[in-house]
């Protein structure tokens, strides 16, 4: 399972790195994998940057109130560490003067971590249920049925493990934890206009978007639009998908597509639940649900993998591509089956190192394993 795997690299590396950092939206369970691995264990300190009385402990704090704090622990877990103020020059102080007290940390939102990354800490995302490891739960056959279901409510742990009721979970998670953060933030200054901006990124997912549009849509202007799409993306709400563009003279070089990592969360915003079968907007909910799982797959196997969709300003468009050591992978989705697609004939006479395929519910699983 996914988490097995997190598990193990985050082992691996709290022997070598000063910080490890694990990032996820609320509620996928970072804080129960951490459980996991050191729940039981009385060398861990743990500490809720959501707890005011937390907070208050770091507050001014010094080496001498810190090592008060963490008194003979050898491992300090702070959960939702970007709540605590400062918290970057706080882990500095904890990693520069007790080299023997390891440091693991989750949040919602990324946070500053005293210094350069590659030379303080390891960041790891932590997704909604991957593919992966709800087959390695309830079965691959199983899972598969369940692909129209997903579809819908999408993956968060408690939906996946509330069959039957996973609309009011759903709707209880987007009440209580949507906003939560990126609110906390304070640079969000208009509710209003957030709201109607995460309704309109869930009209158009799959479609080329817009910062001015969306702007006249939401009553901002379109430098506030990229600011708060930027938050929602580091809150890991939506994340873009950039154009690709390096041969033909045609194709757009600077253009996006804002896809949701969750397509519950976006069926949620829009308050449509309808089964799959009757929804109009099929294609589109396929495409998202097809390109966060490859999100979720590559980020687990690791290894560099840049990703775009392709377009003309002739409309001739792909998907979703891939590159992997100068090799491209081009992919089209398609909830049908029997509809067909081709490769547009001037990607492959530009791109020659290039393979296309065409992913639709019979074959998504060689896509996503």
């Known amino acids: 399972m996914i988490a097995r795997m997190l ?26 994998l951490i459980r996991s691995m050191f729940g039981g264990d009385d060398s861990v300190l743990w500490l809720s940057g959501d707890e005011s009385e937390v907070r208050a402990l770091f507050e001014d704090a010094d080496p001498t109130r810190l090592r008060a704090m963490i008194g003979g622990k050898t491992t ?20 520069d003067q007790m080299p023997d007290v390891r440091l693991v940390t989750t949040g919602s939102l990324p946070f500053d971590t005293g210094g350069p990354p590659a030379e303080r800490s390891r960041e790891l995302v932590l997704y909604p249920m991957s593919f992966e490891e709800r ?4 079965g691959r056959l ?31 998670l ?23 901006l995460l309704k309109a990124l869930a009209s158009q997912i799959g479609s080329k978007v817009s910062y001015c549009e969306l702007g006249v849509t939401c009553g ?36 996006r597509k804002v896809f949701f990592v969750d397509n519950g969360v976006r069926n949620a915003l829009i ?17 998202n649900f097809m390109i966060s799982e490859r999100v979720k797959r590559n980020s687990y196997r690791g290894g560099p993998i840049n990703s775009w969709f392709w377009r003309t300003r002739l409309k001739r468009e792909i998907d979703y591509i891939e590159e992997r050591n100068e090799r491209f ?25 290039s393979d296309f395929t065409v992913v639709h519910p019979d074959n998504f699983v060689d896509f996503l394993l």
């Open 7 to 32: 598990e193990s690299v985050i082992r691996d590396r709290a022997r070598a790195e000063k910080v490890i950092v694990l990032l996820g939206a609320r509620q996928v369970g970072k804080a129960t």
């Open 76 to 95: 300090v877990v702070i959960d939702e560490a970007q709540r605590v103020a400062d918290i970057g020059v706080k882990l500095k102080l904890i990693t």
């Open 135 to 138: 087959a390695a739960r309830h």
């Open 142 to 172: 199983d899972e598969v049925r369940l692909t129209p279901r997903r579809l819908v409510y999408g993956c968060y742990p408690e939906v996946v493990a509330s069959p039957g009721n996973e609309t009011e979970v759903l709707r209880g």
């Open 174 to 196: 987007c009440d209580n934890y949507l906003y939560k953060d990126i609110l906390a933030l304070n640079k969000i200054r208009k509710y209003e206009s957030m709201a109607r």
């Open 220 to 255: 901002l202007d379109s430098k506030t639009v990229e600011k708060y799409v930027m938050v929602l993306e580091e809150a890991y709400i939506v994340f873009r998908l950039g154009t690709f563009a390096r041969r033909i003279r045609n194709e757009l070089k600077i253009s």
């Open 271 to 287: 308050s449509d639940f309808r089964p799959a079968e009757e929804r109009e907007d099929i294609g589109q909910l396929w495409e």
């Open 329 to 353: 992978s081009a992919y089209e989705f398609k909830w049908n089956p029997a509809a067909k697609a081709k490769v547009p004939r001037p990607f492959p006479a530009a791109y020659p190192n």
